[in-house]
């Protein structure tokens, strides 16, 4: 009877077939630095769309009031044509209201619409309002260059103008 020996196999390290520790470390660590320059990015895009996006809805509404005060809409029904409004506050949730009349009264306010949680007015200063009115037929302001000042980060910031005219713009 012949015994045959069995050999251990042995491995050569340099013909391995995996990855090692090193290599599977610096990859990680690239991958975590891209993530985060990816995921920052993203973030200030995002932020950077709803600053914008919140400046049109504000010059929309805006809009919206000279628009229905030039028609006269009679938001009342009680045959008398108005004047219409957009009031801006500042408080601990920002935001702004539609409503008509020739003065803010809660009760006439026909919408409130709130700023998103990373935005906040800068002008109206905190604890303030501010209150844009259009006449009747020709759609004027009683001010004249008006500004709402709406910031999204110390880097971001929209600035809303209303002039006596009635013209709306922002930048």
Known sequence: MVIKSIKPKTYNLKTSKGFTLMEVLIVSAILVILSSAIGITLFSYQR???LKSTEKDIINYLR???QKAISGEDANLDGASEKWGIRFT???????QLFYGNSFLEANTTEKIYL??????????????KDFIF???????TSDFVIISLLGDATQLKTITVN???SISGN
């Open 164 to 166: 006596s005219n009635g």
């Open 135 to 141: 006449n009747r037929v020709n759609g004027a302001t």
């Open 90 to 96: 500042n408080s601990t949730d920002d935001y702004y």
């Open 48 to 50: 950077d769309t709803t």
């Open 64 to 66: 919206i009031a000279n």
């Open 116 to 129: 998103p949680t990373s935005l906040i007015f800068s002008d109206p200063s905190e604890g303030q309002n």
